[in-house]
């Protein structure tokens, strides 16, 4: 499971910039994570369990904002969200159209202190 080494990574950072604040507990981790960041959002909160252990975040909770993914089709000039991977435009068919959200992993919000 790749997200525990992904979510080693995000408390490392949450760690630093909790410490770098003064901060010496974290009490809540807040992420956004798009339906086409890669990461599976069901695992992340075994993976944060796994890797609070030991931290200042030992005692942190996990709050996920689910980002859907929505595309753009230049040919119709309009935006949606898909319904397949390969981001095909409902109204022309055309595929592969650019994601415009949904990419996202990223911490939003730390409540430290």
Known sequence: MHE???????LDRAIVRAKDEGAQHIRLVQMRVGGASGVMPD?????FDVAKK??????????????????????????????????????????????????????AFLEVS
């Open 4 to 10: 525990v080494r992904i979510m080693q990574g995000v």
């Open 43 to 47: 695992s992340l909160e075994v993976a």
């Open 54 to 107: 030991g931290t200042i975040a030992e005692d942190a909770k996990l709050q996920v904002e689910h980002v859907p993914l929505v595309c753009y089709c230049s040919n119709c000039n309009s935006e949606f969200h898909p319904i397949n991977e390969l981001c095909e435009c409902p109204e022309c068919y055309q595929p592969y159209c650019e994601i415009r959200q949904g990419k996202e992993f990223e911490i």
